[in-house]
């Protein structure tokens, strides 16, 4: 998805908006003052319904009502989305995506226009074709080369800045980046009633993702391995009755994170592949994936990831229990 925002004239003119899973989350719709464009996944549009049930279950008018009311997208929509708004009575946009920037915005502010992708290269082509000048921030290029990853808002050049986590973008005669609060730390809750919340919370998100893709025919996956993180998750959609799922794990073949897995599926009795990655080669997938990534990580762990998805029929697949930042979806 790109586009170009010109508040002279008040043209928003957009492309890529093109979506092969979860349909119904995908519109293209005016609605009153209001031009609608959406692309992703929203887990939790059950619960946001039956708070705005003058809304009649239509996403479209759930985000004008709530635009309307002044609320936040990314406080109340949780998943893996951006949403573009353009009302056409004052020429404002507005482009929220999660509040975790899990699906990823990347953007260039030049005098009157605005610039976006989902991409970073998908920018990087559009700016060049609008003669945009690009300068290399050797800054982020030796981060990059020495952590792995970008941090904050950078990019591999000046111009283009990455959408941060609680962030989200109006645009009406000047560009202007607004934060969410990032909540306080209660320093009065004891421990056992934090550990009982986010029970609560993790229960919940794991339940509202394997209801999603139950919803839209996919069958729950979880990713297995020794780990904490992935056990965790497995257990908990045992404990929700989400049994002999699809479990995938690579790893080197014999070592703990091969043998508890394989151990783990056994016992459950569910379908589980294992995908080796003894021989090292998929250490050279470090140059695809920075593609994938928008150029914003070149981590050697992903690509094992990216290896052991590769042999699999991934169109049959939804959204992964991966227990990182609420699940994974496999386009």
């Not at 009157?112 to 300068?135: G, H, R």
């Amino acid at each position: 998805m790109e586009g170009i925002f010109d508040s002279i004239s008040g043209s928003l003119k957009l492309q890529g908006l093109s979506q092969v899973k979860f349909m119904e989350d995908a519109i293209s719709e005016s609605i009153g003052c209001y031009d609608i464009f959406t692309i992703g996944y929203f887990l939790n549009k059950k619960d946001v319904y039956e708070k705005y049930p003058e809304a009649g279950e239509t996403l479209s008018a759930l985000i004008k009502i709530l635009v309307d009311k002044g609320v936040a997208i990314s406080q109340v929509l949780k998943g893996c989305y951006i949403v573009i708004i353009f009302n056409k009575d004052n020429n404002q946009l507005l482009i929220y995506n999660d509040l975790l920037s899990k699906h990823s915005l990347f953007y260039c502010y030049r005098e009157t226009k605005l610039y976006f992708a989902d991409n970073f290269y998908k920018l990087v082509t559009l700016v060049k074709k609008e003669n945009v000048s690009l300068t290399l921030d050797m800054l982020a290029i030796k981060m990059l080369k020495s952590h792995d990853v970008l941090y904050d808002d950078l990019t591999f050049v000046n111009e283009i800045k990455f959408l941060k986590p609680f962030q989200y973008i109006s645009f009406e005669d000047k560009l202007e980046l607004k934060c969410f609060p990032i909540p306080e730390v209660n320093k009065t809750i004891s421990m056992s009633d934090t550990i009982e919340k986010v029970e609560r919370l993790f229960n919940k998100a794991v339940e509202q993702l394997n209801c999603y893709n139950t919803a839209h025919g996919f069958k729950t996956c979880s990713t297995l391995s020794g780990g904490m993180d992935s056990r965790t998750t497995f257990q908990y959609c045992e404990k929700q009755g989400y049994h002999n799922h699809f479990c995938y794990c690579y790893a080197e073949s014999g070592s703990k994170d091969n043998t508890i897995a394989s151990n783990i599926a056994n016992d459950y009795v569910c379908p589980f592949f294992f995908s080796p990655i003894d021989n090292g080669h998929f250490i050279k997938n470090r140059d695809v994936l920075c593609d994938i990534l928008g150029g914003q990580m070149w981590y050697a762990g992903s690509t094992g990831t990216y290896q052991s998805l590769s042999v699999y029929d991934t169109g049959k697949l939804g959204i992964i229990n991966a227990g990182i930042g609420g699940g994974r979806n496999i386009w």
